[in-house]
C-alpha cells in the first residue's frame, strides 16, 4: 500500500510540475505579448514622430512659400512707386514744356511790342493794334468804368487800333479845314470832329 501511495504522490508531484510548466509557458506567452505590444507601441510612435516631421517640413515650406509671396509683393509695390515716379517726372516735364511753350508765346507776342518801341520814338499803330488784340475786352471795360465823355470815346476810338495808313492826299486840306473850324474858328471846340479826325488818321496823315 505504501508502494501505491508513494506511486500516487510522484503522480501528483509529477502532474504539479506538469501545470507549473504550463503556467510558466502562458506567462512566458503573455510576457512575449507584451513584447509584441511594446514593439508595435514604439513602431506606432515612430511613425508619429515621422509625421510631425512631415508637418513640419510642409509648414517650412509653407512659410517659404510665404516669404516668396511677401517678396514678390514688396517687389511689386516697388515697381508701382518707380512707375509713379516716372508719371509725376513725365507730368513735370509736361509742365516744363508747357511752360516753355507759353514764354516762346510770349516772346512772340513781345517782339512786335519790342519791334515798335526800337529806335527813337515808337510805332503807336503796332502797339494799339497789339494792345487791342491783346487785351481789348479788359481794357474797353476799365476804359467805361473809369472814364467818361469825350475823353472815353477818344479811348475807346484808339482801343479799336482802326487807324487808316499812310497819308489821303485828298483829305489833307479837308481834314484841317474840318479841324479850323471845330476850334480856332469859333467859341468853344467841337470833340466829336477832333475825335474822328485825330483818332482815326495815321500819324503820318497828321504830321502833314
Known amino acids: 500500500m505504501l508502494s501505491c501511495y508513494l506511486s500516487m504522490l510522484a503522480c501528483y508531484l509529477n502532474m504539479l510540475s506538469c501545470y507549473l510548466n504550463m503556467l510558466s509557458c502562458y506567462l512566458n506567452m503573455l510576457s512575449c ?24 517640413m510642409l509648414s517650412c515650406y509653407l512659410n517659404m512659400l510665404s516669404c516668396y509671396l511677401n517678396m514678390l509683393s514688396c517687389y511689386l509695390n516697388m515697381l508701382s512707386c518707380y512707375l509713379n515716379m516716372l508719371s509725376c517726372y513725365l507730368n513735370m516735364l509736361s509742365c ?9 508765346n510770349m516772346l512772340t507776342e513781345l517782339k512786335p511790342v519790342v519791334i515798335g518801341c ?10 494799339v493794334e497789339i494792345l487791342a488784340s491783346q487785351f481789348g475786352g479788359k481794357l474797353e471795360k476799365d476804359i467805361m468804368s473809369d472814364t467818361s465823355g469825350h475823353y472815353e470815346k477818344l479811348l475807346l476810338l484808339l482801343l479799336q ?10 483829305k489833307i486840306e479837308k481834314d484841317a479845314k474840318d479841324l479850323f473850324e471845330a476850334g480856332a474858328s ?13 483818332g482815326k488818321r495815321s500819324h503820318e496823315h497828321l504830321r502833314q
Open 33 to 56: 505579448y507584451l513584447n509584441m505590444l511594446t514593439c508595435y507601441l514604439n513602431m506606432l510612435s515612430c511613425y508619429l514622430s515621422m509625421l510631425a516631421c512631415y508637418l513640419n
Open 96 to 104: 516744363y514744356l508747357n511752360m516753355l511753350s507759353c514764354y516762346r
Open 118 to 127: 526800337e529806335g527813337a520814338g515808337t510805332d503807336d499803330e503796332v502797339l
Open 161 to 170: 487800333g482802326n487807324r487808316e495808313e499812310g497819308v489821303n492826299e485828298g
Open 186 to 198: 469859333k467859341m468853344g471846340t467841337d470833340e466829336e470832329v477832333f475825335i474822328s479826325i485825330l
